[in-house]
């Protein structure tokens, strides 16, 4: 399936397959999952990192994905039964309205990996932006891609920014994980 809508969908999927077991750890390790309530992923594609997060979520927290297209939405319903687990057909840049709508002020962290260097003229800087927005002071936006590209949309907005790469990824995958102010 994850495939499938790659070759439907190039342009929104960051990659061909999905991101190796090492990429998903790594990308996690900072998580402080004892204070996390709400954990919201962007583009979660057919679950690889939702199963993990899902393991280590606290049993009050929730995690809430996002995906523009609704045969992902749909086969993750199916796939997670998990009452922690929401899945919603919608857009990034709306994650304010869509945290909000879950009876939420604030997200913990973000995840996202989605394709920032190919997304349509203007998407990239308000998902950027939307995100920073709804972070709680302290929060981190997580991210991997295969271009550097987002740090142009992260760095006007963030903190402080931690970044990595993964080499056992196809293809190595950029890590970066923006962190905003404890106190703004």
Same mark, same amino acid.
């Given at each position: 399936?994850?495939?499938?809508e790659f070759?439907?969908h190039?342009?929104?999927?960051?990659s061909?397959?999905p991101?190796?077991?090492?990429?998903i750890d790594?990308?996690?390790?900072?998580?402080?999952?004892?204070?996390?309530?709400?954990?919201v992923?962007y583009?979660?594609?057919?679950?690889?990192?939702?199963?993990?997060?899902l393991?280590? *979520?606290?049993v009050d927290?929730t995690?809430?994905?996002?995906d523009?297209?609704?045969v992902?939405v @749909?086969y993750l319903?199916?796939k997670f039964?998990?009452?922690?687990?929401?899945?919603?057909?919608?857009?990034?840049?709306?994650?304010n @309205?869509?945290v909000a709508?879950?009876?939420?002020?604030?997200?913990?962290?973000? *995840?996202?990996g989605?394709?920032f260097?190919t997304?349509?003229?203007?998407v990239?800087?308000?998902?950027a932006?939307?995100t920073?927005?709804? *972070?709680?002071?302290?929060?981190s936006f997580l991210?991997?891609?295969y271009?550097?590209?987002?740090?142009?949309?992260i760095?006007p907005l963030?903190?402080?920014? @931690?970044?990595d790469?993964?080499?056992?990824?196809i293809?190595?995958c950029?890590?970066?994980?923006?962190h905003k102010?404890a106190?703004?």
């Open positions: 399936m994850f495939f499938r070759l439907r190039p342009v929104m999927i960051g061909i397959i991101s190796s077991r090492r990429t790594a990308m996690l390790a900072p998580v402080d999952w004892a204070r996390t309530k709400l954990f992923e583009g979660p594609g057919v679950g690889t990192f939702c199963a993990t997060i393991e280590r *979520l606290p927290a995690l809430l994905v996002i523009t297209n609704p992902f @749909d319903r199916r039964t998990d009452s922690r687990f929401v899945a919603v057909h919608g857009s990034a840049a709306d994650v @309205d869509i709508a879950h009876g939420f002020e604030k997200a913990d962290y973000v *995840l996202s989605l394709p260097s997304l349509p003229t203007g990239g800087p308000a998902i932006e939307a920073h927005r709804v *972070l709680a002071p302290g929060g991210i991997y891609q271009s550097a590209y987002v740090l142009t949309l760095e963030f903190e402080s920014i @931690d970044r790469l993964e080499w056992w990824n293809p190595p950029g890590l970066f994980w923006a102010a106190a703004e």
